[in-house]
């Protein structure tokens, strides 16, 4: 397996436009979790999906952000509007119950 | 959303010697405790973990130290090696649906 899969790795974007992060998750694995990591507050847990239900999305920050999860291999975190605060490494992760996460590589997100 | 602290924030060790970083939790229905690896511009990576039914855990150099009494972990680093130069994350899970709950991460730089 290819393990988790995140694009773009990369992503500066200007105030006010929208974001999209995108996640394959590893096949087979049944949670999916979205963090943003930066200096100040560390790995933050923004959203978990089990069975592509959301289950717990109380660490998204904001009503800008968004995620879905359409379908097992596939999922979304959006921000709209973006904003500079906004600006740090977003990770997917994705696991099967009882076990350790894995991460994919991260999205660096600059908003100028 | 429950804790795991973690010590020291930064360590410096001579190559060769011993890195020790510690974890403590809180909520006793945690059973399992992985910790990460994590490289600058990569996601964390699974290192090694363990389940509260043992008190260590050996992989190569890698030991996780148990103490279910006193609710403590630790990850040691026998003979570390500048290539172990990295952040490291413990963490704690309870069987189930729930996230992996990260300590703040320990800052681990070997020296020559």
């Known amino acids: 397996d290819a393990g988790v899969i995140q694009s773009p790795r990369h992503e500066v974007t200007e105030m006010g436009q929208e974001v999209t992060l995108r996640c394959k998750p590893i096949?087979?694995?049944?949670?999916l979790f979205w963090y943003r990591q930066t200096m100040m507050r560390g790995l933050e847990l923004l959203i978990y999906?089990?069975?592509?239900?959301?289950?717990?999305d109380s660490g998204m920050p904001e009503d800008r952000f968004s995620a879905k999860m359409p379908n097992a291999s596939f999922s979304t975190l959006k921000i709209q509007p973006s904003e500079p605060r906004d600006s740090a490494v977003y990770f997917c992760?994705?696991?099967?119950?009882?076990?350790?996460?894995?991460f994919g590589q991260g999205t660096r997100l600059t908003v100028v | 959303q429950q804790q795991v602290k973690q010590s020291p924030q930064s360590l410096i060790v001579q190559k060769g010697g011993i890195s020790i970083i510690n974890c403590a939790y809180e909520?006793?229905?945690?059973?399992?405790f992985p910790w990460y690896q994590q490289f600058p511009g990569k996601g964390p990576a699974l290192l090694i973990a363990?389940?509260?039914?043992?008190s260590e855990k050996k992989e190569g150099r890698f030991t996780i130290s148990f103490n279910k009494s006193a609710k403590q972990f630790s990850l040691h680093i026998m003979d570390s090696q500048p290539g172990d130069s990295a952040t490291y994350f413990c963490a704690a899970l309870v069987r189930g649906n729930t996230p992996l709950v990260f300590g703040k991460g320990t800052r681990l730089s070997v020296i020559a």
């Open positions: 992760a994705s696991r099967t119950q009882g076990a350790g996460a894995f």
């Open positions: 096949s087979g694995h049944d949670y």
């Open positions: 999906f089990n069975n592509n239900v959301p289950i717990d």
């Open positions: 909520n006793t229905a945690f059973d399992y």
């Open positions: 363990i389940r509260p039914d043992v």
